[in-house]
Nanobody
Framework: QVQLVESGGGLVQAGGSLRLSCAAS????????MNWYRQAPGKQRELVAT???????NYAESAKGRFTVSRDNAKNTVYLQMNSLRPEDTAVYYC?????????????WGQGTQVTVSS
């Protein structure tokens, strides 16, 4: 059984910063790509940032220059540093990881953490 637990969401004023964390735990052999998604009310879930095991990253256009994804492979943890936040960044943020575990290979999701940016 693999679990992803997110933390770090909250309420922040426009222009502020937040750092999200997501830790994977369970009978894990290895964690491959780790990703951050977000879903705003009434909108589809969208990919925000990705990071490979080797540290290669990709970002949505809306996140480039403001967000930074990183990971600690020893801790099976991925982070999302969000700076210069805007009201349109308000959403539930989810982490996603592709994991080799005791049950085989699978894609797992966290429960989500709310980020609210006030204007």
């Amino acid at each position: 059984q693999v679990q992803l637990v997110e933390s770090g969401g909250g309420l922040v004023q426009a222009g502020g910063s937040l750092r999200l964390s997501c830790a994977a735990s369970g009978s894990i052999f290895s964690v491959n790509g780790m990703n951050w998604y977000r879903q705003a009310p009434g909108k589809q879930r969208e990919l925000v940032a990705t990071i490979t095991t080797g540290g290669s990253t990709n970002y949505a256009e809306s996140a480039k220059g403001r967000f930074t994804v990183s990971r600690d492979n020893a801790k099976n943890t991925v982070y999302l540093q969000m700076n210069s936040l805007r009201p349109e960044d308000t959403a539930v943020y989810y982490c996603n990881a592709n994991v080799w575990a005791g049950a085989g290979f699978g894609s797992y999701w966290g429960q989500g953490t709310q980020v609210t940016v006030s204007s």
